[in-house]
């Protein structure tokens, strides 16, 4: 069954493919978009008394810490090109957030029972099982420059795949180093074991340029596909994305 809603100012969706009583399935996916949703009301810089706009370096709550760590973390990973801090000095956690909560909402779902099912956030995907026999989940790569093409189909299992492009919201994606916009790549899909990796490399990615392919690779990465500034596909493998 494949249930959807709007969470943070996007469709998000959950194709459950259990064979389980309907009433468990919907108060796992319940419980999953109900996470995504708390992480938006606290973590959207959009609402003036969400956490991170009334964050001013002082107290933080347990889940702030964990966001700010992990931007912490990859930021010096990346020497600096990650940063949660936008070049006018505010916080924006974006690059950590939506991942980070999709994850969490997966394993709401892996906690309750369920052992097959894709939760798609925006296009961001956490897949688990096999929903047809032994073939994995397809997930399309979409085509920076026509979004009616994909780049490939990757067939995932118990993984997540992110995306980070300018070809929605423009050049959003800033290089920590410089303060300036990332504009050497138009797009980079990472395919990791979890989405919070998979989300905060793609966007490493896009802030380092296509150095950042290679350094993906070695950081968690078990794909990465990306896209320069020429329209010329770039690509790294450590494993097969399955």
Same mark, same amino acid.
């Given at each position: 069954?494949?249930?959807?809603e709007?969470?943070m100012?996007i469709?998000?969706?959950?194709d459950?493919?259990d $064979?389980?009583d309907?009433?468990?399935?919907?108060a796992?996916?319940r !419980?999953a978009? @109900?996470r995504?949703?708390?992480a @938006?009301r +606290?973590?959207?810089?959009? *609402?003036p008394? /969400?956490?991170v706009s009334r964050y001013d370096?002082?107290?933080?709550?347990?889940?702030?810490?964990e966001?700010?760590g992990i $931007?912490e +973390?990859?930021?010096e990973?990346s020497?600096?090109?990650f940063?949660?801090r936008r070049?006018?000095? /505010?916080l924006d &956690? =974006?690059?950590v957030?939506?991942?980070?909560?999709?994850? +969490?909402a997966?394993?709401t779902?892996?906690?309750?029972?369920l %052992? %097959?099912?894709?939760?798609?956030a925006?296009g961001?995907?956490v897949v688990?099982?096999?929903?047809e026999?032994?073939r994995?989940w397809?997930v399309?790569v979409?085509d #920076?420059? @026509?979004p +009616?093409?994909? *780049?490939?189909?990757?067939e995932v299992? !118990?993984?997540?795949?992110? &995306?980070?492009? &300018?070809?929605?919201r423009g050049?959003?994606?800033? =290089?920590?180093?410089?303060?300036?916009v990332?504009?050497?790549?138009r797009?980079? &899909?990472?395919?990791a074991a979890d989405?919070? %990796?998979?989300d905060?490399l793609?966007t490493?990615?896009?802030?380092?340029g296509? @150095?950042?392919?290679a350094?993906a690779?070695?950081h968690? $990465?078990?794909?990465?596909?990306a896209? !320069?500034?020429d329209?010329e596909?770039?690509?790294?493998?450590?494993?097969? #994305?399955?």
């Amino acid at each position: 069954m494949r249930h959807l809603e709007l969470v943070m100012g996007i469709p998000m969706s959950v194709d459950v493919r259990d $064979a389980v009583d309907e009433q468990v399935e919907r108060a796992a996916v319940r !419980d999953a978009f @109900d996470r995504m949703h708390d992480a @938006d009301r +606290r973590f959207s810089r959009y *609402l003036p008394d /969400s956490e991170v706009s009334r964050y001013d370096g002082g107290g933080a709550s347990s889940d702030l810490r964990e966001v700010l760590g992990i $931007a912490e +973390r990859f930021g010096e990973l990346s020497g600096g090109a990650f940063s949660v801090r936008r070049p006018d000095g /505010s916080l924006d &956690t =974006d690059g950590v957030v939506k991942g980070w909560a999709a994850q +969490r909402a997966a394993d709401t779902l892996t906690a309750a029972g369920l %052992t %097959t099912f894709c939760l798609n956030a925006g296009g961001d995907v956490v897949v688990r099982g096999e929903p047809e026999g032994s073939r994995g989940w397809n997930v399309g790569v979409r085509d #920076p420059s @026509d979004p +009616r093409s994909f *780049l490939t189909v990757l067939e995932v299992r !118990d993984g997540a795949v992110a &995306t980070s492009g &300018t070809y929605e919201r423009g050049e959003h994606v800033w =290089d920590g180093r410089t303060g300036q916009v990332a504009t050497g790549l138009r797009s980079a &899909t990472v395919v990791a074991a979890d989405l919070t %990796t998979a989300d905060v490399l793609a966007t490493c990615v896009l802030a380092l340029g296509p @150095d950042g392919i290679a350094w993906a690779s070695q950081h968690g $990465a078990a794909a990465v596909l990306a896209v !320069d500034a020429d329209g010329e596909l770039l690509t790294s493998l450590q494993a097969a #994305p399955a």
